[in-house]
Every structure is written in C-alpha cells, then in structure tokens.
C-alpha cells in the first residue's frame, strides 16, 4: 500500500507543485474547519442541513469545497453546529 505522507513528501520536492498546493491553503483551511465544526458537534451533514434549512448536498459541496460559501452561510453553518465564526488574517512570510 502506498503512504500519502511518503508521496506528499516526494511531491512537495518540485517547486510547481508547493506552489499550487500553498495556493490552496486558504481553501484547504476553511473545508477542514468546516468539517471540525460538524465533527466536533457530533452531527452529520443532514442535521446541519436540516438546522440550516438547505440540503445535505449542498453541505456535501461547502465542505468539498466546491462552492464559495458566503458570509451569511457561514454565519448559518456556526449556528447549527453550535459554533462561533471567527475570521482572522495572518501575515504572509516574505518569500
């Protein structure tokens, strides 16, 4: 069987790909707080559909990251999970 975390080092060698994958960081950032968020209150993606008033599918896709939630999604998304949505910036390292 192959490991991820053996391929993903090999990977991380070619200067292309850190730069695609460093590019969807952010991305990366907000699906897996997401899922923390529903994880961490011990619900599926049909309970937090149904306490946002929208469909499983369309959890399934912010948390593929497959649509750009917005502001009040996100807002919806906390409450149903019993969360609090805190943005912040971090400065970016000089490269």
């Known amino acids: 069987m192959i490991d991820f975390d053996d391929i993903k080092k090999e990977w991380m060698k070619n200067p292309e790909f850190v730069k695609e994958y460093e590019a969807l960081e952010e991305e990366f950032s907000l699906v897996s707080a997401l899922i923390a968020a529903r994880s961490e209150a011990d619900m599926t993606q049909q309970e937090v559909a149904e306490k ?6 369309y959890i399934a896709k912010l948390e593929g990251g497959t649509v750009s939630p ?13 969360s ?8 970016t390292t000089p490269q």
């Open 84 to 91: 609090r949505l805190k943005i912040s910036f971090e400065p």
């Open 70 to 82: 917005s502001m009040k999604a996100l807002k919806r998304y906390a409450a149903a999970t019993g």
């Open 52 to 57: 946002m008033e929208t469909s499983q599918s």
